[in-house]
């Protein structure tokens, strides 16, 4: 199996898409994310990082959620790259 | 009036998906709302009249899950659960269904007594959504009443199917979720024992899915629920819930 380098869903930019594969979290938060939208297999769109940084606003199925990057961060997939180069 | 008997009905849904306007359409200015005992949580409660008979509709707090254990949560899972309203109406965002069916798939497996309301049909008309009503309600298995209760349309369709489902002239047989292997083994090894110890009283399939989630919340609800029914059971239920997976 082609293992394709996974990334964390923190280090996107604003403006990018993001497909997530996994996530790195246990327990009620992981419950949490899971029922806001933040599925593996689903696309987020990252919106803006607030002045500090953090938390950063996420578009998923339609609804704009904010999250720190203590959640971000164990969100892992891939960035979907606009279709120019290729 | 001879009719004393009062139906109950609960609103539940994602938030922002109007379930307080329908609310608000179906009783009007007969409702008062307070907090729910203990917590901080809002709770309204109306009434209204259908074909002479009384109805009392409780809006629930508005939730995307009703697992993850916020005091909102609870108490929506606990009205549903423990209240057992007569019927419990979804209400779901027509223009954001991915994200609404999540919590109308949880209540499917708590409760058969559901109708789901597609709330905001106006916003998915122009929005250009089109949802084909007939084949979500056959893949739930429940009804489903297309709504915009902004503008008051679809109410009496609705009142309709409510007054309906009440008096037992709508069979529902809520589509069923079925999980891996090793979780259905395990819910089959609870499923006798669940039963042993609540009875009928509770869905024992949907209580034996929560054990295996290792929810706390829930064994204490159960706890404090005023039944003769866990004697030592809850415990029993401790050890099962033990075993997760």
């Known amino acids: 199996m082609t293992q394709v380098k996974l990334e964390r869903l923190c280090d996107a930019q604003p403006g990018e898409r993001f497909r997530i594969t996994k996530i790195n979290i246990e327990g009620t938060m992981k419950r949490r994310l899971l029922d806001l939208g933040f599925v593996p297999g689903c696309e987020v769109t990252v919106l803006q990082k607030s002045p500090l940084g953090d938390p950063t606003a996420y578009r998923v199925s339609h609804t704009t959620i904010a999250l720190r990057n203590e959640e971000s961060s164990n969100i892992y997939g891939e960035r979907i790259r606009d279709d120019k180069q290729s | ?245």
């Open chain 2, 1 to 245: 009036m001879t009719n004393n008997h009062e139906y109950t009905i609960a609103l539940a849904g994602n938030p922002n998906t109007g379930k307080s306007t329908l609310f608000n359409v179906l009783t009007g200015l007969r409702q008062h709302t307070g907090n729910w005992p203990g917590k901080t949580v809002v709770h309204a409660e109306g009434f209204f009249t259908y074909k002479d008979e009384q109805y009392r509709i409780i809006d629930l707090p508005g939730t995307y899950s009703l697992y993850s254990n916020s005091a909102d949560e609870e108490v929506a899972r606990d009205f549903i659960i423990f209240a057992k309203p007569d019927v419990t109406l979804v209400v779901l965002d027509a223009t954001a269904l991915e994200r609404n069916l999540n919590l109308a798939l949880q209540v499917l497996e708590m409760t058969d007594r559901v109708i789901v309301c597609l709330n905001l049909m106006d916003e998915a008309k122009k929005k250009g959504i089109i949802i084909d009503i007939a084949k979500l309600s056959k893949k739930l298995g429940v009804p489903v009443v297309p709504i915009s209760a902004r503008n008051k349309e679809g109410i009496d369709e609705l009142l309709e199917t409510i007054a309906r489902m009440v008096h037992g002239e709508i069979q529902t047989k809520p589509t069923k979720i079925s999980y891996s292997r090793t979780i259905e083994e395990k819910i089959a090894k609870l499923l006798p024992l669940v039963k042993e110890v609540i009875g009928d009283e509770y869905p024992a399939r949907w209580i034996a899915l929560r054990l295996l989630d290792g929810d706390t919340s829930l064994l204490h609800a159960l706890q404090s629920q005023p039944h003769h029914l866990l004697k030592g059971g809850a415990h029993y239920g401790c050890h099962c819930s033990a075993k997760s997976i």
